[in-house]
């Protein structure tokens, strides 16, 4: 199993960048075989697809509501993916979390298994 944690969070005003953090740990070796993705949820709403990227090849997907803004990687050294949001919007503003899943990237939250506990974006126009 590997366990998940975001950080990186915060309030930051519209047109800001922020970068989010995501941390692995535990059964790390697995992640070689693993799809780590971003999502996020805004009150009353549902979770939503952000992006995500392959560990082994580093291939990555996108939302088209953050294709251009966002742009995620990953350190194989520190077992860390990374969400860069640049140009944010108030509509970005959500908890977001990071979640992985074995082999691919999906858009379906249900497909994850493992997930973090969410870091707090809040974006001020």
């Known amino acids: 199993q590997v366990q998940l944690v975001e950080s990186g969070g915060g309030l930051v005003q519209a047109g800001d960048s922020l970068r989010l953090s995501c941390a692995a740990s535990?059964?790390?070796?697995?992640?070689?075989?693993?799809?780590v993705a971003w999502f996020r949820q805004a009150p009353g709403k549902e979770r939503e697809f952000v992006g995500g990227?392959?560990?082994?090849?580093?291939?990555?997907k996108y939302a088209d509501s953050v294709k251009g803004r966002f742009s995620i990687s990953r350190d194989n050294a520190k077992n860390t993916v990374y969400l860069q949001m640049n140009s944010l919007k108030p509509e970005d503003t959500a908890v977001y979390y990071c979640?992985?899943?074995?082999?691919?990237?999906?858009?379906?939250?249900?497909?994850?298994?493992?997930w973090g506990q969410g870091t707090q974006v809040t974006v001020s126009s």
């Open positions: 979640a992985s899943r074995l082999q691919r990237i999906t858009m379906a939250a249900g497909e994850y298994g493992s």
């Open positions: 990227i392959l560990w082994s090849g580093g291939n990555t």
């Open positions: 535990g059964r790390t070796l697995s992640l070689y075989a693993m799809g």
